[in-house]
């Protein structure tokens, strides 16, 4: 996949997760800041990632998840 197309699957999950527009979906959207998504709303944002896109996500990288942009990066970089 390309980035874009995982940033489009990815701004889907996340519209349908936390009632955004698709409008508001940008590469700079922060999790916790933008969203106000607690620890449980991300654990379980990753989790949904894992599911869509296949990957497993190490807990201590999905730490370092804080922006879509840095979602997408790291989808990108993992693909089998």
Same mark, same amino acid.
């Given at each position: 996949?390309? &980035?874009? /197309? +995982?940033?489009? %699957?990815? =701004? /889907? +999950?996340? #519209?349908?997760?936390f /009632?955004v =527009?698709?409008? %508001?979906?940008t590469?700079?959207?922060?999790?916790q800041n !933008?969203l @106000?998504? @607690? =620890?449980i709303? +991300? *654990?379980?944002? *990753?989790l &949904?990632? /894992? !599911?869509v896109?296949?990957?497993? +996500?190490?807990?201590? @990288?999905?730490?370092n998840? %804080?922006? *879509?942009?840095d979602?997408? =990066?790291?989808i990108?970089?993992? #693909?089998?």
């Amino acid at each position: 996949m390309t &980035e874009q /197309e +995982i940033f489009n %699957k990815m =701004s /889907e +999950i996340i #519209q349908d997760r936390f /009632e955004v =527009s698709a409008d %508001k979906v940008t590469n700079d959207l922060n999790f916790q800041n !933008d969203l @106000d998504a @607690d =620890s449980i709303d +991300i *654990v379980e944002f *990753v989790l &949904e990632l /894992e !599911d869509v896109f296949g990957q497993e +996500i190490p807990d201590e @990288d999905a730490e370092n998840l %804080k922006t *879509v942009g840095d979602a997408v =990066s790291y989808i990108s970089a993992h #693909q089998n």
